[in-house]
Nanobody, 113 residues
Framework: QVQLVESGGGLVQAGGSLRLSCAAS????????MGWYRQAPGKQRDLVAE?????GTNYADSVKGRFTISRDNARVFLQMNNLKPEDTAVYYC?????????WGQGTQVTVSS
C-alpha cells in the first residue's frame, strides 16, 4: 500500500503562483509514475502533469508553459505560475506502478479574478 499526502494549496489571485508538494510512503516500487490530476465541481478528474521515475514528463495542453512538474524520489512537486481562474479545482497527487494506482486526499486550489 502507498500513502500520499499533499500540501501547498490555497487561495491566489489570477497571475499568481503556488507550489504543490506530495510525499509518498509505504510500499514504494522503484519504477513508477507520479503526477497530479485535478477535478472541479461537476467535472471529471483530468490529468494535469505526470513524471516517470526516469524523469520523463507529460502535461495537459492547458498548463503547458505555466506549470512545471518535478520529483525527488518519492516526492513530487507542481510549480504553478501565471494561474488562471479556470485552474480552480481540487488537485490530487497520484502514484502508479503496474496496474495499481493510489491517490492523495486532495488539496484545494482557488484562483480569484
Amino acid at each position: 500500500q502507498v500513502q500520499l499526502v499533499e500540501s501547498g494549496g490555497g487561495l491566489v489571485q489570477a497571475g499568481g503562483s503556488l507550489r504543490l508538494s506530495c510525499a509518498a510512503s509505504g510500499s514504494i516500487f522503484s519504477i513508477n509514475v507520479m503526477g497530479w490530476y485535478r477535478q472541479a465541481p461537476g467535472k471529471q478528474r483530468d490529468l494535469v502533469a505526470e513524471i516517470t521515475s526516469g524523469g520523463g514528463t507529460n502535461y495537459a495542453d492547458s498548463v503547458k508553459g505555466r506549470f512545471t512538474i518535478s520529483r525527488d524520489n518519492a516526492r513530487v512537486f507542481l510549480q504553478m505560475n501565471n494561474l488562471k481562474p479556470e485552474d480552480t479545482a481540487v488537485y490530487y497527487c497520484t502514484f502508479a506502478w503496474g496496474t495499481s494506482r493510489y491517490w492523495g486526499q486532495g488539496t484545494q486550489v482557488t484562483v480569484s479574478s
